[in-house]
């Protein structure tokens, strides 16, 4: 069994772009490529519409919030930990919704310590 049987390897999307059997999915800030490796580019083209479909119609907008807490948060130069702690626990579906997301930023500082409480920071 090889090391990439369960996880192949995945591609730069440099490489894939200069193949001819990789489809693109370009939504704001999110570029997903999909490819077969010329198994079945039709699966490949399937597989993109499946996965552009089953897209949140806001997730411009929710990318441009993670953007933006990031790099506050990134200025605040927390502790690793925390900090990654911080970015994952903004991956909860709540904050898809606009006014979390506003209520988040009004009360960044609080928040984060919120967050350093509860996971012993």
Not at 3 to 30: A, E, M, W, Y
Not at 42 to 50: C, I, P, W
């Amino acid at each position: 069994m090889s090391r990439f049987s369960r996880n192949p390897p995945i591609k730069k999307l440099d490489q894939c772009q200069s193949s001819t059997n990789c489809v693109v999915v370009r939504r704001g800030r999110l570029t997903l490529t999909v490819s077969t490796g010329g198994a079945s580019p039709f699966y490949a083209k399937k597989l993109r519409d499946d996965l552009s479909n089953g897209l949140n119609d806001d997730l411009e907008g929710y990318l441009d919030f993670l953007s933006l807490l990031r790099q506050q948060i990134l200025e605040k130069h927390l502790d690793r930990g925390l900090r990654e702690k911080c970015l994952k626990s903004v991956l909860q579906p709540e904050f898809h919704n606009k006014t979390e997301q506003l209520k988040l930023l009004e009360g960044l500082d609080q928040w984060i310590q919120g967050q350093a409480d509860k996971y012993g920071f």
